[in-house]
């Protein structure tokens, strides 16, 4: 990933041209990014997972390639049909959700909807009656910087057991899903999920239930992360898409119905064609307990305004007015009174302009993903960043 090709000239004079700090979408990026998936995984269908960008004209450009929306509550089902796609567009891929929640997304137009227990089955068959159901079978999320493991998804065995009670139920048991974990960097988790899938699919079609689609969930990572120590974060992506596609051929050969294949992309969508423009607050240099004498460079942007994962991953830093000279070992944190604010200190220093003075701009690369969503409503007096979007191409 060269640094060039994410900050397009578009990009770069968005972040020249401020004073303030905003993060900048590009949304030709987001397109092209769009457009290699579909490359890579011909034939598969996109729904979006939101909550990586709830940004409307990120939203509306992904909608007119043709993507949909995996939505996780009501009021982002709503923010999705605002785009304009078709309800049939939009899934309900939240396995958690109020009697009240399942009643209004059916009443929004969703019929597509994500389980994984008996509760939520028959919660489903008593407010969205007559709709369809995906079963999400848990993962070990293992070789991910986020692994959703135990709070979603169930064994194969409960799965069976799941769709056979939404056939019960009046429910078309549809679908099977997995998610990886997020920013999986390794190919042998899709291998694993694809081994689990299939196990599962074939005792359905035993039992005469033949599902239509196969849900790949998230989790395809971002290429322009750095990992806490600062190391580039360097996915075997070809090598991962190999596996996806191997994948889904044998679970066409092995179903006994044809499958369509889903996937829900979140931050390998945009993480990489966001930027955030920041500015210096301090570097200073202070004598820890210990003895050392540590720098710290705090910018105006943290974990609670637009770098929510600045805790588990680095980014890459610019700093347009380094005079390139004298540089020095820093943490770099946000700008709260809360500790977590900060990159993991344990393990590493960014190497910081020595020079760096209060106001300078700091522009952070690979922001895309999990920025605006996550941002408190003003933590410690901290305004959630502004956001604007640039066509760059
Ligand atoms: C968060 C989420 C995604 C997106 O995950 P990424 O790692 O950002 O791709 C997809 N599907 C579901 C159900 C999710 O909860």
């Known amino acids: 990933m060269h640094l060039n090709a994410q900050l397009n000239a578009h990009t770069r004079a968005a972040l020249e041209a401020t004073d303030e700090d905003l993060i900048v979408f590009d949304?030709?990026?987001?397109?092209?990014?769009?457009?290699?998936?579909?490359?890579?995984?011909?034939?598969?269908?996109v729904r979006f997972a939101m909550k990586s960008c709830p940004v409307d004209e990120v939203l509306s450009r992904l909608a007119e390639k043709g993507s949909g929306f995996d939505a996780a509550s009501p009021n982002e089902i709503a923010?999705?049909?605002?785009?304009?796609?078709p309800a049939d567009r939009i899934h309900y891929g939240n396995t958690i959700k109020s009697d009240g929640n399942i009643a209004e997304a059916h009443r929004l137009g969703v019929r597509t909807f994500a389980t994984d227990s008996l509760e939520d089955v028959a919660a489903t068959a008593a407010h969205a009656a007559g709709s369809r159901v995906f079963c999400r079978l848990a993962t070990s999320g293992e070789g991910a910087l986020w692994g959703l493991s135990r709070k979603f998804g169930c064994s194969g065995t409960d799965a069976v057991l799941?769709?056979?009670?939404?056939?019960?139920?009046?429910?078309?048991?549809?679908?099977?899903?997995?998610?990886?974990?997020?920013?999986?960097?390794?190919?042998?988790?899709?291998?694993?999920?694809?081994?689990?899938?299939?196990?599962?699919?074939?005792?359905?079609?035993?039992?005469?239930?033949?599902?239509d689609h196969i849900n790949l969930g998230g989790g395809l990572p971002a290429a322009g992360y750095l990992d806490s120590r600062g190391i580039p974060l360097d996915p075997p992506l070809d090598k991962m898409f190999a596996v996806?596609?191997?994948?889904?051929?044998?679970?066409?050969?092995?179903?006994?119905?044809?499958?369509?294949?889903?996937?829900?992309?979140?931050?390998h969508l945009v993480a990489d064609h966001g930027t955030i423009r920041a500015h210096v607050s301090r570097l200073s240099s202070r004598r820890q307990m210990d003895g050392e004498r540590e720098h710290w460079l705090y910018l105006s942007c943290g974990k609670f305004n637009g770098l929510y994962e600045m805790d588990q991953l680095q980014y890459r830093l610019l700093f347009p007015s380094d005079p390139g000279t004298g540089h020095v070992p820093a943490v770099v944190a946000g700008p709260t009174c809360d500790s977590d604010d900060a990159y993991d200190h344990?393990?590493?220093?960014?190497?910081?302009?020595?020079?760096?003075?209060?106001?300078?701009?700091?522009?952070?690369?690979?922001?895309?993903?999990?920025?605006t969503g996550y941002m408190t409503q003003g933590f410690n007096g901290f305004d959630p960043l502004p956001y604007t979007c640039v066509e760059g191409g």
């Open 162 to 211: 799941v769709m056979e009670a939404a056939r019960s139920a009046g429910l078309t048991p549809a679908g099977l899903s997995v998610h990886v974990g997020s920013q999986q960097m390794t190919s042998e988790a899709w291998q694993d999920a694809f081994e689990r899938i299939a196990d599962v699919l074939t005792e359905l079609n035993r039992r005469g239930i033949h599902p």
């Open 346 to 371: 344990r393990h590493n220093r960014v190497s910081v302009p020595g020079s760096a003075a209060s106001g300078d701009p700091v522009w952070i690369l690979s922001s895309g993903a999990y920025a």
């Open 79 to 85: 923010q999705a049909l605002r785009t304009g796609v």
């Open 27 to 45: 949304l030709a990026g987001i397109e092209a990014q769009y457009d290699s998936l579909l490359r890579e995984l011909p034939g598969i269908s």
């Open 244 to 267: 996806i596609r191997e994948g889904i051929q044998h679970l066409g050969a092995v179903s006994e119905s044809p499958l369509d294949f889903v996937m829900e992309p979140g931050r």
